[in-house]
């Protein structure tokens, strides 16, 4: 060993203790950090499918790579990252003596190839990434960026790293080749060749750069160290537990979609008969009354903005960006963490739970976090602006895009579950829903025997569950479909186009009431289980005697279909659900309905949140809608899985929109942009949304919003009378 290699091996062990010391430390904190969050035991079940899904979603970069270029990119990067950590520990033999190398495989050919190949792959990747933050960045003159928010010198900082570190490992093979100490052939590393020939035969280069490598790696990890909020950096080790614990690793799509997180005390479900405020937690009001699964979503955040990028809420002016709340909730615990750890901390009645004495060494700065409020204005000092939390349509974007499955809903809905809940404070104006849902049983506060009017002068029977002996399909009408006058006539075209078809079918008539996806989506889950429990012990008493698989309902609202089909199992409910465009997709196919008069005039297709993101309906009412105009549909730019919202979930249909542009008038003028005459929909609160945009832009004359229900029917049916078509709700 010569004195150059005896410098580079001091300083290479020097800076490695100190680095390795500080990520022990990081990592102990962060892990004390997650394991204050309640207890989540339902995340350790099915250990295989969690396994596959990590695998498949982190090797095969499947969230990623809907980003096409960035996915491949990072996946580079990714691999990059782990396999030429060989590389970096590589270094270490380097520093020591200019031929070293890692032992036995080191010395193959295929390692040489391998790495030569993915550090140049790494290499193009990064600098594709670092273009495109620097393409993105908030600063640029104008447009918004889904990087607004993020904390920028971070995520400059590890692109750099990994930028010098690739660049520093062919430095050292340079040297290697320059010196003879090479033994890879050319044809195998042909970067690192002609590197070598660029590069003076300087022995003591290889320690040097070797040195030089192992700095930046160790000041990378010095820095994530002191810094363990950098979600940038750590989400490369965070992402495949978080991956692996995401709540139903079976589902294809966003584990936080779908159906929501029952509300948890201890975690064990709420159970409302028997629960305590004062024993169990009603929501949550305090960061660490998240699971530990939540604040490991927090920790875990890149702060990429993709979720940012496709929220509804932030596209249009309002202050709710999914990014911001998870990186405000995760800044907040940590620091409040210092006080938690310290045995700090509310019990469920408000009262300090620790001692002055235990308290006494706690930082200032702690202290006065664990002051905050989580739910509270600025004014108030609070973590999530009430604006924040109320901003949110529940519409699953955030969820859909994230690349590490960070469960967004179910943590806003939590958040709002206390509010409601507990401190009942919520916008004023949802009041009068959830009393009408309480007293009447609907949102509206329509009369209970007003609920089959719809039926009136259809021409034929509409039976009711209990007047026919047998029936194929419970038509659950939904609350909407019975009282809002649009929405009845997309009922009335369902049950004329099943009729057609011979489908027999049943309603419940009276018997049904509001699913309660409204109060549970407000955080009402009080009454979202009294409406839910009185609706499953109907439909169980209708269905008495069938398997699951001949429990048959169709529904019209997708936060109906949503919710009985998805949630009502939570409540002992199990039932097969399709929506109607399904059923009527199947019935095209199947020859029972067929479409004869194309509707002419160019038809867009608006996905409804519940239908599309939450439940992956996206082809059935495209294929009803391209047999009904008999050619192709026009696509709006936000379609399927990146839809964008009209406004209405989430309760937002009952609370005013005082801030920013409307959404409903945002995606009007995105349908109407495609020239489109008609903009079929599949929802009734999309129906009236749409069409309240349309209505605000004085287009009605232009376009129409219509169900694709009614669509149908008029190329089925081209004389059917008026009270079939949808057409004449837009005057009506
Ligand atoms: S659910 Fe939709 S509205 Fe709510 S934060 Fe996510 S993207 Fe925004
Ligand atoms: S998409 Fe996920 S990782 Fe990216 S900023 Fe949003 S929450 Fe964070």
Redesign the pocket.
């Known amino acids: 060993m010569g004195s150059v290699q005896i410098v580079t091996t001091i300083l290479a062990a020097a800076i490695t203790a100190v680095a390795v010391w500080l990520a022990v430390r990081a990592v102990m904190k962060m892990t004390a950090v997650i394991r204050l969050g309640q207890p989540a035991p339902e995340r350790f079940g099915d250990k295989g499918a969690r396994t596959r899904k990590m695998l498949v979603e982190t090797a095969g970069h499947t969230r990623m790579l809907k980003w096409s270029v960035v996915g491949a990119a990072h996946w580079f990067v990714m691999v990059g990252f782990i396999v030429l950590s060989l590389l970096v520990l590589e270094a270490y033999f380097e520093v020591v003596t200019p031929g070293g190398g890692l032992p036995i495989i080191g010395h193959w050919t295929i390692f040489g190839l391998a790495t030569e190949w993915i550090g140049i792959l790494g290499l193009a990747g990064i600098l594709v990434l670092m273009g495109i933050r620097l393409r993105n960045r908030p600063t640029r003159p104008g447009g918004r960026s889904r990087f607004t928010g993020s904390t920028m010198w971070q995520g400059y900082f590890v692109e750099w790293v990994v930028l010098l570190v690739l660049i520093f490992g062919f430095v050292i093979r340079g040297f290697k080749v320059a010196t003879d100490h090479f033994e890879y052939p050319v044809w195998a590393t042909p970067l690192s060749h002609a590197v070598g020939a660029a590069l003076p035969a300087w022995t003591a280069g290889v320690s040097v750069a070797a040195l030089i490598k192992i700095a930046i790696s160790m000041t990378w990890l010095i820095v994530i160290s002191l810094n363990v909020t950098m979600g940038v950096a750590w989400h490369r080790f965070l992402a495949f537990p978080n991956i692996f614990f995401k709540r139903e690793p079976e589902k294809a799509a966003g584990s936080g979609l779908g159906a929501l997180r029952p509300m948890m005390s201890g975690g064990k479900p709420l159970d409302f008969e028997e629960a305590d405020p004062e024993k169990d937690q009603f929501g949550v009001a305090q960061v660490e009354q998240f699971t530990w699964k939540g604040l490991l979503d927090f920790s875990t955040c890149t702060e990429c903005g993709r ?1 940012q990028s ?5 596209n249009t002016g309002k202050p ?1 960006s ?1 990014k911001l ?1 998870v990186l405000s909730l995760r800044d907040h615990a940590y620091a409040k963490a210092p006080y938690l750890l310290a045995g700090g901390g509310k019990d469920l009645t408000g009262e300090e739970k620790a001692t002055a004495a235990q308290l006494a060494h706690v930082d200032v700065l702690a202290l006065a976090e664990a002051e905050k409020p989580l739910i509270g204005t600025a004014g108030e000092g609070g973590v999530i602006d009430p604006d924040v939390l109320w ?9 859909e895009q994230c690349p590490v499955d960070i469960e ?2 179910d943590h ?1 809905v939590d958040m709002r579950r206390y509010q409601v809940l507990i401190e009942s404070s919520f916008p004023s104006e949802a009041g009068v829903m959830l009393r009408n849902l309480e007293n009447k049983g609907n949102p509206w506060g329509a009369p209970q025997n007003t609920r089959e009017d719809w039926t009136k002068g259809l021409g034929f029977e509409v039976p009711r569950v209990g007047e026919v002996d047998d029936f194929e399909y419970l038509f659950w009408v939904g609350c909407a479909g019975a009282f809002e006058d649009r929405a009845k006539k997309t009922t009335r075209a369902v049950a004329t186009l099943l009729n057609e078809a011979g489908v027999s079918f049943a309603i419940l008539g009276e018997g049904e009431t509001c699913s309660g996806d409204p109060a549970r989506r407000i955080g009402n889950e009080f009454v979202f289980q009294m409406l839910a429990q009185q609706n499953v012990e109907t439909l169980n008493e209708a269905f008495e005697g069938r398997e699951k698989s001949k429990r048959k309902i169709v529904a019209t609202c997708p936060h109906c279909f949503n919710t009985l089909g998805n949630e009502y199992g939570q409540l002992g409910g199990e039932f097969e659900v399709v929506h109607h465009t399904q059923l009527l997709a199947h019935l095209v196919a199947a020859g029972k309905l067929t479409p004869v008069q194309p509707v002419d005039g160019g038809v867009t297709y608006h996905d409804p949140c519940y239908l599309g993101r939450h439940n992956r309906v996206f082809a059935a009412p495209r294929e009803v809608l391209g047999d009904s105009i008999q050619g192709e549909l026009t696509e709006m730019p936000r379609n399927s899985e990146r839809s964008f ?1 009209c406004g209405a979930g ?1 309760a937002r249909m009952w609370m005013e929109e005082k801030i920013g542009k409307r959404i409903n008038v945002d995606r009007v003028e995105e349908a109407m942009a495609t020239g489109a005459k008609t903009i079929a929909v599949g929802c009734p609160f999309c129906s009236t949304m749409l069409n309240d945009g349309v209505n605000g832009k004085g287009a009605g004359e232009q376009v129409e919003v219509v169900d694709v229900a009614s669509v149908l029917l008029r190329s089925v049916k081209p004389d059917a009378p008026a009270g079939e078509k949808e057409t004449e709700s837009v005057a009506g």
């Open positions: 979720c496709q929220c509804p809420a932030w709710l999914p709340l901003s949110c349509t529940t519409c699953g974007a955030c969820v967004h809903v806003i919202c989430g």
